[in-house]
């Protein structure tokens, strides 16, 4: 069945550190990747989104995600963390011809001053 | 950037009764959605709608389960009646274009909490 796993539930990692959120699906072909974030009490915003092409796309806020085929994830990065970034992270997946999104679980990002 | 507004944000239900869940989209957008979100899981697809009609549901999305968008107002689900596993968080959201190679950005609400008694 078609999937979106995002492993860690709870990152917490110190301000100005580096960050990687872990994001894999299981599709029979390659998806559309998103990665949201979602603050509290708002609704969700997208942070980048991956069609085709470069593997490698940025995103607001200094994010970027890195999609590998071979490895069938789509991780989210960012060289150096602010208190502003801890929310709440979604990967999600679309195939293409239909409007479906699908959603990990979501990450839970705390930074620590 | 575009916002997705959703009311009330939350709301308590006796079961059995009805609830109306109002989501206001994007001015210009065509294409609506709901998801549900119960503690601790993952958002789920729930349904898609255009041009008054629904082109997309799950198998979440109960024959208790209806939306519509009178006359360009509020994109609204409507359960009726309410059961105790409808408690959940739904999200709306709304989009200009369909899927596909050109997938639109979908645009969210803040969402709703819904809690049935």
């Known amino acids: 069945a078609q999937s979106v796993t995002q492993p860690d539930a709870r990152v917490t990692v110190s301000e100005g550190a580096s960050l990687q959120l872990r994001c894999k699906y299981s599709y029979s072909a390659t998806p559309y990747l998103f990665w949201y974030v979602q603050y509290p009490r708002q609704g969700l915003q997208l942070l980048l989104k991956y069609y085709s092409g470069d593997p490698v796309v940025q995103g607001v806020n200094g994010f970027e995600a890195e999609f590998s085929k071979s490895n069938s994830s789509f991780h989210l990065r960012k060289a150096s963390v602010h208190w502003s970034d801890s929310a709440v992270y979604f990967c999600a997946v679309s195939m293409p011809n239909t409007d479906k999104v699908v959603f990990g679980t979501g990450t839970r990002l705390q930074v620590s001053p | ?117």
Request: aromatic share 14%.
């Open chain 2, 1 to 117: 950037g575009p916002k997705v507004l959703q009311i009330p944000s939350h709301q308590i239900i006796d079961m059995g009764q009805m609830v109306t869940l109002n989501c206001d989209p994007v001015s210009n957008h065509l294409y609506f959605y709901w998801y549900k979100q119960i503690l601790g899981q993952q958002m789920e697809f729930l349904v898609n709608f255009y041009n008054g009609k629904v082109m997309e549901k799950s198998k979440l999305f109960k024959d208790q389960f209806s939306v519509e968008r009178p006359d360009g107002s509020y994109f609204t689900l409507k359960i009726q009646p309410t059961a105790l596993e409808d408690s959940a968080v739904y999200f709306c959201a709304s989009s200009l274009g369909l899927g596909g190679r050109y997938q639109d950005t979908q645009y969210f609400g803040p969402g709703t909490r819904l809690l049935v008694l």
